[in-house]
């Protein structure tokens, strides 16, 4: 049984694999405003606050990280730096301060997305930041100690969201939740790190 850290664990995607896992592992569920424990993951002070009350731990989990979505006409500096704080420096800020507890042969799984890969309208942050998120993956995955891994899973549009969001993804067949949780399976209770865990 290993002791799992997941933020954004209230989430589309996040409560169903905080679901799974739990049925394995010692689940610790971290939102902003929900969950065992809240934290703001665009801020450091809170992240090393987090880690100060779970202790030691085996694998970190995150299902959160937002951007702006906007046609290229109308973005301008700061736009970014909404994507760039939350999903992509709030997920490198929990592997930084992360790799200074996690257990030997623990893992990180991080979140990114299709939109990496296949742009939609509107997308250019957040595809601009999920890149940049699956190649930290790849770079920290050479250089982390004691065996710990790191992967990220990058899903597309789950069915659970296609109502909401579908139109913003035109010809685009959503995937099963279930797929998405077993991306996060493989990646914490597998042996592969470096990888884009691609489930579009
Ligand atoms: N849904 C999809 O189809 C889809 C597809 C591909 C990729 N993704 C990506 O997957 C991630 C999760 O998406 P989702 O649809 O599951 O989102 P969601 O339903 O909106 O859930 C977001 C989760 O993140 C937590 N959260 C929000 N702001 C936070 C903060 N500042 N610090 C810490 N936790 C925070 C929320 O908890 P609180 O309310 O307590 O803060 C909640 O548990 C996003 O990065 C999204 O881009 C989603």
């Known amino acids: 049984m290993m002791k799992i850290i997941i933020v954004g664990a209230s989430g589309t995607i996040g409560k169903p694999v905080s679901d799974e896992l739990s049925k394995r592992h010692e689940v610790i569920r971290v939102g902003s405003k929900s969950g065992d424990i809240q934290m703001d993951m665009t801020s450091v002070d809170s992240i090393q606050k987090m880690y100060e009350a779970v202790g030691e731990f085996d694998a970190l989990v995150v299902a959160a990280g937002s951007a702006t979505m906007k046609p290229l006409q109308e973005l301008a500096n700061d736009d970014f730096y909404v994507g760039i704080k939350s999903k992509m420096m709030g997920q490198v800020n929990l592997v930084l301060e992360g790799q200074k507890r996690i257990n030997p042969k623990g893992s990180f799984t991080l979140i990114t997305g299709i ?37 990220v899973v990058s899903p597309g549009l789950v069915e659970e969201s296609a109502e909401a969001l579908g139109s913003y993804f035109p010809g685009h067949t959503p995937v099963s939740m279930h797929r998405v949780v077993d991306g996060f399976v493989k990646s914490v209770e597998g042996i592969g790190t470096g990888e884009v865990i691609r489930l579009h």
Do not use: C, M
Request: hydrophobic letters at 45%; glycine letters at 8%.
């Open 115 to 151: 939109l990496a890969d296949d742009p939609v309208h509107g997308s250019v942050t957040l595809s601009t930041v999920n890149g940049a998120v699956n190649a930290f993956v790849k770079a920290t995955a050479r250089e982390l100690d004691n065996g710990v891994r790191i992967n």
